[in-house]
């Protein structure tokens, strides 16, 4: 093999080398950096549809619940809905709504496509009813609601969830605190993959994601013992908080809206503890931002299992009239 020694080529070589050289860290570093758009995009893509459509926080929370009727008032007002109880099925078939659909909480949606009628979703407390609502909300069906308290609202002989469950466990715990609440602190939005490019379609997917987890609740009682192992949100107006207290460590991020990106106020490192009175409000927050990338929780029965004897207002009670039920 012959070698060309010419001192212009062995130049001219060398430069192409060294050109090439050189652009590879930056193409390394332009790549890395394509990635980490491309990590954020899903993210921003489905929350400008979001609040495009308006879905944001402020409106999906909007008349999303209604009580029990008076008896004289029940026949308009089961006319009103297409009801579904999301119970298990023998509880479904012990006692009843009469005309209510058995369906679970991850089939909520394909059970909503036969629908004739505003939803009204039922489920044991009105806990797990907040996601089903909170999903079919964000699916179109933006007249949907949840039966407040559940079937427990409905007749005393379905209110043992409730009763069960109401109490003082923060009451002059070390960790119910009336200090001032945690200073906001910006954060990173959370990241997550999708195998969509819309808005709409990321939107879908997020939602199938929140409905196949579940329900997503925590015990009051592992929260108040260990409250530095979430970050807590007390989802309450500043005079609530001024009155009553809080669990050590919460925040107070209200209101909590994507277009006004109250949102950064969240850590999304940390497991998303939401609170309220009863837990109904908090399992709609907490499906919203399971959809957004959080891992979120719900806290369980909310503050009727904390301070239930000094709640002035927003309490549980058993049903003062027993609705009728329907059995097989």
Avoid at 92 to 99: S, V
Avoid at 172 to 201: I, K, L, M, R
Avoid at 273 to 291: D, I
């Amino acid at each position: 093999m012959i070698l060309n020694l010419n001192p212009y080529i062995l130049m001219k070589n060398f430069a192409k080398t060294s050109f090439w050289l050189a652009l590879v860290p930056f193409l390394m570093v332009v790549s890395c950096k394509d990635d980490d758009v491309e990590a954020s995009e899903p993210f921003d893509i489905m929350t400008e549809y979001m609040i495009a459509q308006n879905l944001d926080v402020s409106s999906v929370l909007s008349d999303w619940i209604v009580a029990a009727p008076a008896e004289a008032d029940l026949s308009s007002f089961t006319g009103n809905y297409t009801i579904f109880d999301i119970r298990s099925a023998d509880d479904f078939n012990d006692g009843r709504i009469d005309g209510a659909i058995n369906t679970t909480l991850p089939n909520v949606l394909e059970a909503a496509q036969n629908a004739t009628k505003p939803i009204l979703v039922a489920c044991y407390t009105g806990q797990s009813a907040g996601h089903a609502v909170m999903a079919l909300r964000l699916s179109g069906y933006a007249d949907a609601k949840v039966l407040k308290f559940g079937m427990s609202g409905w007749h005393t002989d379905l209110k043992d969830p409730w009763d069960g469950n109401t109490g003082d466990i923060g009451v002059g715990h070390t960790n119910w605190s009336t200090d001032a609440v945690q200073s906001n602190t910006t954060f990173e939005n959370p990241s997550f993959t999708s195998s969509e490019t819309t808005g709409e379609a990321i939107l879908a997917e997020r939602v199938r994601h929140m409905l196949d987890k579940g329900f997503q609740g925590v015990a009051g009682s592992d929260v108040l013992e260990n409250p530095s192992n979430f970050f807590i949100n007390n989802f309450w107006d500043q005079t609530d908080v001024d009155h009553y207290g809080h669990i050590d460590e919460a925040y107070r991020i209200k209101p909590l809206t994507l277009a006004n990106e109250e949102f950064q106020y969240i850590d999304p490192s940390q497991t998303i503890v939401s609170y309220c009175w009863t837990g109904q409000t908090s399992s709609m927050l907490t499906a919203y931002l399971t959809v957004l990338g959080y891992d979120a929780k719900s806290l369980k029965f909310g503050v009727n299992g904390m301070i239930y004897s000094e709640l002035e207002s927003h309490k549980y009670a058993p049903p003062s009239v027993d609705l009728p039920v329907v059995t097989n």
